[in-house]
């Protein structure tokens, strides 16, 4: 059973660029949760989604920041008109129910870098 | 608000010396408690979990952690440190019935020396 997937790795985006980023969670998971790693510091969520659904974006900027989590295929996580202040490395998560006993397996993460 | 505070960002031991990693949180309800491991240029690894039951719970690669209510603390700690143990660290908090989101310290960061 492959792992959570995200894609691509590595994205350098220039100043007012787009930036999409891929999740594919494990196989039989239909919850995806998003989470930003700023350099030096610890993740914070972003958002928590099921499929067709966005169960908490609490975690969201409210500019420039959007996820969806369609029926087919993977989870995506869009921010408009990036700024440097979006570097960071964005993981994803993916459970297979909300339960309290579900844990959360995390991709590897992609670092975005602004230039 | 739930926090968690992991006291030290850095930590350094000998190889063959006991690990102990602090983590501590604030809630007003117990929470669930994890602890990851993140090694360079990777994703998080869960460790170990606590969410009900036996407070002392053991996890992968010879790591344990206690739960302590009175203390609001969930100790990482290991007896015998191993230079492949070089990581960091993050505890996670995720509240009883709340949906899934992790809360996050700040991280340690492990190093062992030879």
């Known amino acids: 059973n492959a792992g959570v997937m995200q894609n691509p790795r590595h994205l350098v985006r220039r100043r007012g660029q787009e930036a999409r980023l891929r999740c594919s969670p494990m196989?039989?998971?239909?919850?995806v949760y998003w989470y930003r790693q700023l350099p030096e510091e610890g993740l914070k969520f972003m958002v928590y989604?099921?499929?067709?659904?966005?169960?908490?974006e609490s975690g969201m900027p409210k500019e420039r920041f959007s996820a969806e989590f369609p029926k087919e295929g993977p989870s995506i996580l869009r921010i408009q008109q990036v700024v440097r202040g979006d570097s960071a490395a964005y993981f994803c998560?993916?459970?297979?129910?909300?339960?309290?006993?579900?844990?959360?397996?995390f991709g590897p993460g992609t670092r975005l870098t602004v230039t | 608000a739930q926090s968690v505070t992991q006291l030290g960002s850095h930590v350094s031991v000998s190889e063959g010396a006991l690990v102990l990693l602090r983590c501590n949180y604030s809630?007003?309800?117990?929470?669930?408690l994890f602890w990851y491991v993140q090694y360079p240029n990777q994703g998080l690894q869960l460790l170990l979990k606590?969410?009900?039951?036996?407070?002392l719970v053991k996890g992968i690669n010879g790591f344990e952690a206690e739960f302590k209510k009175s203390e609001t603390s969930f100790h990482l700690t290991k007896p015998s440190a191993h230079m492949s143990d070089a990581a960091e660290y993050f505890c996670?908090?995720?509240?009883?019935?709340?949906?899934?989101?992790?809360?996050f310290g700040q991280g340690t960061e492990l190093s062992v020396k030879p």
């Open positions: 998560a993916s459970s297979p129910g909300q339960g309290n006993s579900y844990e959360q397996y």
């Open positions: 196989k039989g998971h239909s919850h």
């Open positions: 989604l099921q499929k067709e659904n966005i169960i908490d």
């Open positions: 809630s007003s309800v117990p929470p669930y």
């Open positions: 606590y969410t009900t039951g036996a407070t």
């Open positions: 996670a908090v995720r509240r009883y019935n709340q949906g899934g989101k992790l809360i």
